[in-house]
C-alpha cells in the first residue's frame, strides 16, 4: 500500500503559493455582473449538446435543480446518489425557508439589501461579485419553484405569505411550514424525474463517487461504486459537477444526515481542486441537546422558532430549579440583553456563542447544564396556542418525540450543533474548481456565504447555483474545450484512469485486510470529539496545534486497528463508513491548520485570541481579508496556501453590530 | 435495558432469509431506535460477524430512507418514523421482531434494506409539472386559494418511505400516489396535465405491480406524515374525471 | 374509454363500485318485496305475479323480470370477474407475509372475499330453492309464499339463509363506504355520513331480510 496513507508526521506551518488572481468574475457594476458573463460566455449548438456527457453527482437542492436544468437543455446527463432515490438528499432536511428579495411586503428590501445583507451576514469574507448574482437570482427561484407546484405557505388572499430570519430586519423569507427544504427538493427531484422519464438523465441511485479521473489536466470522469453489488465502475464524461454537500460530519455529531460525507470533494481535492476556508463552519444555535453517548445524530429545530421563542438561561449559577420555579427578575434573557435591536434574532455565529457563554459560566440547563431555554409561554400568550400550534406544530410535535416533554407547557432546552459548512472547494465566479472541467455547486462549494452563513440562505444557494448559475457557466466550458478524446473514447486502460481505478480498489482492500479491533464508528466519534473540542465554536492556537498533533496519531492507528467485516462485493455499510472516515482524517486535519492559520475571528470561526473587549468577534481585515485556498500535496504533508483577496466595494466592511 | 431482536437477516435478493435472535443489554430509554441498532451493530462488528443493514440517513423523520416493521407495525408502534421511535416506547426485556418492508415491487436488497424504486418510477410517470427551468411566470401571477394551498401542501408532505405499501394487505401504492396526485392536481399551475398525470402515474403503480385498493385503511394508520385516506378517494375521483375527460384515443 | 377502465386496477374498482351498487338497490327493492309475506298469502303471491306482469302491455310477460334478471347477471358477474382479478393482483403484490402476525389483520378485507364468495355461493342456492324450485322438495310452481315457508320450514334453510343474510350485512358496511371511495365520492367532511349510512343500509337489509325466517320459525307467518 502506498506509504502516504499511513504517514503520522504533524504539519503545523505550510507554504504560500501564487495568490489568485483571476476569479473570472467580470469588471464593471456590480449589478451587470451577471449579464456581461452570461453574454461573453460561448454557447453550445443546441444540436451538438446531446453529445456532450455531464455528471452530476448529488441530488440535492443544487445536484437535482443543475441535474433536471442541463438535461432541459439537452446534455446527456449521467447522475450519481449514495441513496436509494435522489429523493433522500439531506436538503430534505431543511426546515425554516428560503430568501428572496421580492419585496413582497414593501418593507423596504430590494436585491441590493439582500446582497448587502448577505456580505454584512458573512462577515466580510465572501466575493461580491458572487453574493450579488445570487440575490439577483433569488427573485426567479421563487417563481421558478411557484410554477412547479412547491406549496409554499400562503395569505387568505391567496398570495405568498413571508416571515423574518435571524440577521436581518425585512421579511423576505418563504417558507412551507416547518418543510421547506422537502418542498423544494421535491420540486428538484420532480423536474429531474421528468428528465429521467424522458431519457435525458442516467440516474444511478445508491452508487457513491469514490474518487475523480483527471486526463491532461481536465476532469473527465469518477470512480464510483455500486453500493448494492460492490463493483467499482468507471463513468466518463466532458464535465463534472460535485453537488456533494458539505463535510458537518467530520464533527461526528452534527445535524447532517448520517451518510452525509466528505469523500467526493475530499478526493477532488486530492486530485488538485483547491479547497477554500475549511475552518468555516456553522454551528447552529437552536438543536435539540444530545442525551449521551450513545446519540448518533443531532436534531436542528428551525431558527424560525426564534421569531417568537424567547431564549432564556438562570441569572445565578447552578440553579436547577425547573423552568416554571424560576421568577421573571431571576431570568436572564442574555440575546435581548445584550443585543437589544436583534434580540433574539441575531445571527447563528452570534447567538451560539453567546449560549456556549452562558453554559460556560455554569448557567446552562438540563443534562450536563449544555443547553438553554427557548420559551413560548409569552408567544402563546400573546397568539394563542393554536396559532403557535399552526405556526410550529410539526417542530413541536419533533420536539417532544425526541425528548418526551410538552414544548408547549415545558420551555425548549437548546444547545449549539454543527450544521453547515461554508468552506468548501474553491470555485471562480464559473463555479468551477481549479481544476478544469470540475465544477462545484451548492454546499460543496465556499462560494457564497463567507464566515457564516444567514438562515434561509442555503436553499436559496444551493438553487440558484442549480438552476440558474451552472447551467449558464458550463456551456462556455463545454463550447471551449471540444475534447480530442470524446468521453466514450476512454477507458480503463488510459493510464490515468486505470491509476485512479487501482488506488480505490486498493484503499478498500486495504480497510477490509487490517482485521483490526476497532469499528469505524468509533474512530469516527473521537474525531468529531476532538474536532468539537478544539476546531468548535471556540478555537485556540494552543487547542488546534494539539488537534494538529493528535489527528495524524489517530490515522495511524486507525489503519492499524480499523475492523470492517464482510466483503467488498456486497452491500456493506461498515465499509461505506470506514472509507468516509478514511476521508475525515485527512480534511480534519486541513481545518484545524486553516483555523490556525487565520488568526483572526470572524463570523463561524472565533479565535479565542481575537475579540474585542466585550467578547465579540475581531475582524483583522488588514491581515485576513481573503478566501484561504488550499493546495494539496500529500497526506500528512503540509497544503499550500493560495490567496484570494477579496475587495469590498459596495459593503464597506465594518464592526458587525447587532446591538 | 435488555432486550431481545429477532431480526430478519438475507444476505441477497435471490438469498433465503430468516430470523435471527439477538440480545441487547444497556439500551437507553433515551435511544432512538436506530441507535439501539447501531449498538448491536457494533457489537456484531467486534465479534466478526456482519452487522444488519439497515437503511436510514436523515435520522430526522424527513428523508423517509429508514423503513422497519416493528412488530408487525410499519415503523414501530408510534405514528412516526423508526429514526423517531425510540426505546421509551419500549419495556425491558421486550422481545421485538424487526422485518422488512414485505411487498412485491419493494424486492429485499440485504437483511432489511428493500428496494423502492418503483415508487421513483411512478413519480416518472407524471408526478412533476412540467415547467423547464427559466419558464415560469412570476409567482404571483396566479394567486392560489389558501384552502387549495393548504390542501396541496397536505399531501405534498408524503416522504416516499413506503409504509402505506408495507402496511397494505394488498402491498397496495395507492395512498403514496394519492398523495402526489392531489398535492399537484388541486393547484393551477398542475392544472393543464391534470389528466394525463393521473391516468400515467395510476398505469405505472399498476404496472409495477402494487397491489390494488381495498380500502383496509392500514396504509393512512401506519404514515408517519399523516397522510389521510381520503386522498385515496380524492385521487379516485381525479382518474375517473381524467377517463371521461382525456384526450387520447 | 372501456379499455384503459378494465385495464386499471382503479378502473376495476370502478366497475365493482358501480355493479355493486346496482346490486344494492336491487336487494332494496327485493327486501322490501319480502316483507309483503307479513301481509299474507294473498298480497304475496299477487306481488310475485305483478312483477312477471310488470310493464304490460308494453312488454309481453316477464320480460321486464328478464330485463331485470339480465342485468342483474351482468352485475354479478362483472363484480365476481372484477373481484377475483383483483384479489389475486392483491395476494401476488404481498407474496409473503411478516413473520410477527398481528391481531388487526386487515379485518375489512378478508371480510369482503370470503363473504363474497359465501354470497355468490348463496345466491346459487337461492336460485335453485325459490326461483327454479330444484332444491326446494315441496315446492309448487307458482305458490311463492307456500314456497317460502316450505324453504324455512326446515333447519338447514334457515341457517343458510341467516348466515347469508349476515354475510351480506357486513358486506355492505365496507362495500358501501368502499364503492364512494371509489367513485370518488368520500372526503374527510362526509366520512362520518358516508360509514353511517353504510351501516344504515346494512342493517336495514340484514334486519328486513332476517325477519322473513325469524317470523316462519316464530310461527308468526305461517
Not at chain 1, 280 to 296: K, V
Not at chain 1, 334 to 348: C, D, M
Not at chain 1, 616 to 638: I, K, L, P, V
Request: hydrophobic fraction near 40%.
Amino acid at each position: 500500500m502506498a506509504p502516504d496513507l499511513t504517514h503520522t508526521s504533524s504539519y503545523t506551518s505550510y507554504a504560500t503559493g501564487e495568490p489568485i488572481a483571476d476569479t473570472k468574475a467580470p469588471t464593471g457594476p456590480i449589478a451587470q455582473r451577471w449579464d456581461t458573463r452570461r453574454f461573453e460566455a460561448k454557447l453550445v449548438n443546441p444540436a451538438n449538446r446531446r453529445g456532450h456527457t455531464v455528471i452530476v453527482v448529488g441530488t440535492g437542492l443544487a445536484g437535482g435543480a443543475a441535474g433536471a436544468t442541463l438535461a432541459e437543455q439537452g446534455y446527456h446527463v449521467v447522475q450519481f446518489c449514495y441513496q436509494d432515490s435522489p429523493r433522500r438528499a439531506h436538503s430534505i432536511a431543511a426546515q425554516g425557508g428560503i430568501n428572496a428579495a421580492k419585496n413582497y411586503r414593501n418593507d423596504g428590501d430590494s436585491v441590493h439589501r439582500l446582497f448587502y445583507d448577505t456580505v454584512k451576514g458573512g462577515d466580510f469574507r465572501a466575493r461580491e461579485s458572487n453574493v450579488h448574482r445570487l440575490a439577483q437570482i433569488s427573485v426567479e427561484i421563487i417563481d421558478q419553484c411557484v410554477a412547479q407546484g412547491v406549496p409554499f405557505a400562503r395569505e387568505y388572499g391567496g398570495l405568498l405569505d413571508t416571515r423574518s430570519f435571524g440577521g436581518v430586519q425585512v421579511s423576505r423569507t418563504f417558507y412551507a411550514r416547518g418543510q421547506t427544504g422537502q418542498q423544494l427538493l421535491l420540486g428538484a427531484y420532480q423536474a429531474l424525474s421528468r428528465q429521467i422519464a424522458a431519457g435525458n438523465v442516467e440516474m444511478r441511485p445508491r452508487t457513491e463517487m469514490l474518487d475523480l479521473i483527471v486526463v491532461d489536466g481536465a476532469a473527465r470522469g469518477i470512480v464510483a461504486r455500486d453500493l448494492i453489488t460492490g463493483r467499482i465502475e468507471t463513468h466518463f464524461a466532458d464535465a463534472v459537477v460535485l453537488a456533494t454537500g458539505g463535510y458537518g460530519n467530520v464533527f461526528y455529531l452534527s445535524t447532517n444526515a448520517m451518510n452525509s460525507n466528505a469523500t467526493a470533494v475530499w478526493r477532488a481535492h486530492r486530485r488538485g481542486a483547491h479547497f477554500a476556508n475549511p475552518c468555516f463552519t456553522q454551528i447552529h444555535p437552536t438543536c435539540i441537546p444530545r442525551t449521551g453517548d450513545h446519540q448518533s445524530k443531532l436534531t436542528l429545530m428551525s431558527e424560525s422558532l426564534r421569531n417568537d421563542g424567547r431564549i432564556w438561561v438562570p441569572k445565578a449559577q447552578g440553579d436547577t430549579r425547573p423552568p416554571d420555579e424560576i421568577p421573571e427578575a431571576e431570568r436572564d434573557y442574555y440575546l435581548e440583553r445584550i443585543y437589544p435591536a436583534f434580540g433574539n434574532l441575531v445571527p447563528r455565529d452570534i447567538a451560539s456563542r453567546a449560549a456556549k457563554n452562558v453554559c460556560d459560566e455554569g448557567r446552562g440547563v438540563g443534562p450536563g447544564g449544555q443547553g438553554v431555554y427557548l420559551d413560548f409561554a409569552d408567544a402563546i400568550t400573546r397568539m394563542g396556542r393554536a396559532k403557535v400550534e399552526e405556526k410550529y406544530g410539526n417542530l413541536f410535535d419533533m420536539y417532544e418525540r425526541i425528548t418526551a416533554e410538552n414544548p408547549y407547557e415545558v420551555p425548549m432546552r437548546i444547545y449549539p450543533a454543527v450544521h453547515y459548512t461554508m468552506g468548501g472547494l474553491w470555485v471562480d465566479y464559473d463555479l468551477q474548481t481549479t481544476i478544469p472541467g470540475l465544477f462545484a455547486i451548492g454546499e460543496a462549494n465556499f462560494s457564497d456565504h463567507g464566515a457564516n452563513r444567514l438562515g434561509a440562505s442555503a436553499l436559496m444557494q444551493g438553487l440558484a447555483d442549480g438552476y440558474f448559475v451552472l447551467p449558464a457557466t458550463i456551456n462556455d466550458y463545454l463550447a471551449r474545450h471540444p475534447h480530442t478524446a470524446p468521453a466514450d473514447s476512454l477507458d480503463a486502460d488510459h493510464p490515468a484512469v486505470h491509476e485512479a481505478l487501482t488506488a480505490t480498489r486498493d484503499r478498500l482492500a486495504r480497510l477490509l485486510a487490517v482485521d483490526g479491533d476497532r469499528t469505524p464508528d468509533s474512530f469516527h466519534r473521537e474525531l468529531g470529539e476532538l474536532m468539537w473540542e478544539f476546531c468548535g465554536m471556540a478555537r485556540t492556537d494552543t487547542g488546534l496545534r494539539k488537534a494538529l498533533e493528535r489527528i495524524p496519531q489517530l490515522r495511524d492507528e486507525f489503519w492499524r486497528r480499523i475492523k470492517v467485516p464482510g466483503t467488498g462485493e456486497e452491500l456493506n455499510q461498515s465499509l461505506e463508513k470506514a472509507n468516509r472516515v478514511v476521508d475525515y482524517l485527512e480534511l480534519a486535519e486541513l481545518m484545524c491548520l486553516d483555523a490556525l492559520h487565520r488568526a483572526e475571528s470572524c463570523g463561524g470561526h472565533f479565535r479565542e485570541e481575537s475579540q474585542t473587549p466585550d467578547g465579540e468577534a475581531a475582524r483583522q481585515d488588514d491581515t485576513f481579508s481573503y478566501a484561504a485556498a488550499w493546495e494539496f500535496t500529500a497526506t500528512g504533508e503540509a497544503p499550500v496556501l493560495h490567496k484570494e483577496h477579496l475587495d469590498f466595494a459596495y459593503v464597506h466592511p465594518t464592526q458587525r453590530s447587532y446591538a | 435495558m435488555r432486550l431481545t431482536l429477532r431480526v430478519w437477516r438475507q444476505r441477497h435478493t435471490d438469498a433465503d432469509g430468516t430470523m435471527s435472535t439477538y440480545e441487547v443489554d444497556g439500551i437507553s430509554p433515551d435511544m432512538s431506535f436506530l441507535e439501539m441498532l447501531d449498538t448491536l451493530n457494533e457489537d456484531l462488528i467486534l465479534r466478526g460477524e456482519d452487522p444488519v443493514a439497515f437503511d436510514h440517513d436523515c435520522r430526522e423523520g424527513i428523508c423517509g430512507a429508514c423503513s422497519l416493521v416493528i412488530n408487525g407495525d410499519a415503523h414501530g408502534p408510534e405514528r412516526t418514523t423508526t429514526c423517531q421511535l425510540h426505546m421509551r416506547s419500549f419495556k425491558d426485556g421486550d422481545t421485538i421482531d424487526i422485518e422488512p418492508w414485505r411487498a412485491a415491487a419493494f424486492p429485499v436488497v440485504k437483511d432489511l434494506v428493500v428496494d423502492r424504486s418503483s415508487f421513483d418510477r411512478i413519480i416518472q410517470a407524471g408526478g412533476y409539472i412540467s415547467v423547464p427551468t427559466g419558464s415560469a411566470p412570476e409567482a404571483h401571477a396566479t394567486p392560489v386559494p389558501k384552502p387549495d394551498a393548504d390542501f396541496a401542501f397536505e399531501h405534498a408532505e408524503c416522504i416516499g418511505c413506503g409504509a402505506c405499501v408495507a402496511a397494505c394487505p394488498n402491498g397496495s401504492a395507492m395512498l403514496f400516489t394519492s398523495a402526489k396526485v392531489n398535492h399537484l392536481n388541486v393547484l393551477p399551475q398542475g392544472a393543464p396535465e391534470r389528466e394525463t398525470r393521473v391516468l400515467d402515474m395510476v398505469g405505472q403503480m399498476d404496472a409495477e405491480g402494487f397491489g390494488g385498493c381495498t380500502l383496509a385503511g392500514e396504509c393512512a394508520t401506519a404514515c408517519p406524515k399523516g397522510i389521510p385516506l381520503p386522498s385515496i378517494a380524492a385521487m379516485n375521483r381525479e382518474w375517473l374525471r381524467a377517463t371521461r375527460h382525456s384526450r387520447r384515443g | 374509454m372501456a379499455r384503459i377502465i378494465w385495464d386499471s386496477s382503479v378502473g376495476k374498482k370502478t366497475v365493482m363500485a358501480v355493479s355493486g351498487l346496482v346490486m344494492l338497490l336491487y336487494l332494496v327493492a327485493h327486501m322490501l318485496g319480502n316483507l309483503k309475506i307479513f301481509f299474507g298469502a294473498d298480497e304475496f303471491n299477487g306481488y310475485a305475479h305483478w312483477l312477471r306482469t310488470l310493464g304490460e302491455p308494453a312488454l309481453h310477460y316477464e320480460w321486464a323480470l328478464w330485463g331485470v334478471r339480465v342485468g342483474l347477471l351482468a352485475a354479478v358477474v362483472l363484480h365476481a370477474v372484477s373481484a377475483y382479478q383483483l384479489s389475486r393482483r392483491d395476494i401476488k403484490a404481498r407474496p409473503s407475509t411478516y413473520v410477527h402476525k398481528r391481531l388487526r389483520t386487515s379485518y375489512a378485507t378478508r371480510t369482503m372475499r370470503w363473504g363474497g364468495v359465501i354470497l355468490g355461493l348463496f345466491i346459487v342456492w337461492h336460485l335453485l330453492d325459490l326461483t327454479t324450485l330444484t332444491v326446494n322438495e315441496n315446492a309448487q310452481p307458482g305458490h311463492p309464499y307456500e314456497n317460502v315457508l316450505a324453504t324455512f320450514g326446515t333447519w338447514y334453510g334457515n341457517a343458510i339463509y341467516l348466515v347469508a343474510v349476515l354475510a351480506l350485512g357486513f358486506h355492505i358496511r365496507h362495500g358501501f363506504w368502499s364503492a364512494a371511495q371509489t367513485l370518488g365520492v368520500g372526503s374527510a367532511t362526509r366520512d362520518r355520513a358516508l360509514k353511517a349510512a353504510a351501516t344504515a343500509l346494512a342493517l336495514a337489509l340484514t334486519v328486513g331480510f332476517a325477519s322473513v325466517p325469524v317470523a316462519v320459525m316464530t310461527g308468526w307467518v305461517s
